[in-house]
């Protein structure tokens, strides 16, 4: 498999002091996690890093690990939002905002709440950078085990972090180049699309809906496009089930993924499970042994 890294587009938004230590952490770098007057710490999977304050990196936590300032907090609050809050409001109410190159951030601080949902954060006091790389052939062994012969339905389940927009950016470059895809990329995670042109490989033949909602992607989708094929990451809405489902119902497949820990899982959460020809169940990083599952064995 093949690592295409992003980061020196990342590293830009970071203080200055941090950016050395970051960019030479190597492979593996999974998430940055950045907090208030608190240590910066360097996720690898599960395993957790420290800078110290000469820059070096250790796995040890001591009174001599480098903290996160309060204006360094806020400076990357701006940076990220390219020094224009008011524009990004919509994606800080969410939790999170989604850089070039397909990183999201996700953050916390204080709840603004009007009217039952919430309107603001304020206070801003954490950061999780979940780090993008597009990992090519992380989908080559789902794709010639269910994909070589013809399109099936299929479901990519996993615990978070267990790399399911990995693999399911991979598999959108596989099936591009045979079929007509059409990608729901909510959060601009998959394609990384940057002024209209995917900045990861998606496939020669796939159609991109960036930012989109899943439910009004899937809609389009299935109206506009033709596609064979729908994408996309993170079902979990009965309102996005119900246009999955009539998706389905209009003779096109779909490749999707869903937060789960067990086939009993996802039977409990979605009705129409046996709907789909395989559900693939990914193992932890970094060993993600895969397991795949006939519907109509279970």
């Known amino acids: 498999m093949k690592t295409a890294d992003n980061m020196q587009d990342l590293l830009q938004y970071f203080p200055e002091r941090l950016r050395e230590s970051i960019g030479a952490f ?9 907090r208030r007057e608190k240590p910066i710490v360097l996720m690898r999977n599960s395993e957790m890093n420290f800078v110290d304050n000469s820059g070096r990196i250790t796995k040890v936590f001591d009174s001599d690990r480098l903290m ?12 990220i939002c390219r020094n224009s809050v008011h ?3 919509e994606d800080i109410c969410s939790g999170f905002v989604t850089l070039s190159g397909g990183h999201r951030v996700g953050l916390c601080g204080t709840a603004v709440v009007r009217d039952g949902k919430i309107a603001n954060i304020k206070n801003i006091n954490g950061f999780n950078v979940r780090v993008s790389r597009e990992v090519i052939g992380s989908g080559e062994y789902i794709y010639n085990r269910i994909f070589c012969g013809s399109l099936k339905n299929v479901l990519i389940a996993g615990v978070p972090a267990s790399g399911k927009t990995t693999i399911l950016r991979d598999l959108c470059r596989l099936l591009g180049s045979r079929y ?4 729901i990329d909510e959060r ?9 042109v995917p900045q990861n490989d998606v496939g020669i033949n796939t159609d991109v809906f960036d930012g989109y909602s899943k439910a009004d992607g899937l809609e389009t989708a299935v109206r506009v496009m ?10 979990g809405s009965q309102n996005e089930f119900g246009y999955m489902e009539h998706a389905m119902n209009c003779g096109i497949r779909i490749c999707a993924s869903i937060h789960a820990s067990s086939i009993e899982d996802i039977k409990h959460r979605l009705p129409f499970w046996r709907s789909f020809d395989h559900i693939v169940m990914l193992g932890k990083l970094p060993k993600q042994e895969h397991r795949i599952y006939r519907t109509d064995e279970l």
């Open 26 to 34: 190597g492979d593996g770098l999974t998430e940055i996690r950045l």
């Open 68 to 79: 996160i300032t309060s204006a360094e907090i806020d400076s990357f609050f701006y940076a």
């Open 87 to 89: 524009s990004f409001q």
């Open 180 to 183: 007509k895809v059409s990608l």
């Open 188 to 196: 601009s995670e998959i394609a990384a699309v940057y002024s209209g």
């Open 226 to 235: 033709s596609p064979d094929i729908i994408i996309f990451d993170e079902a």
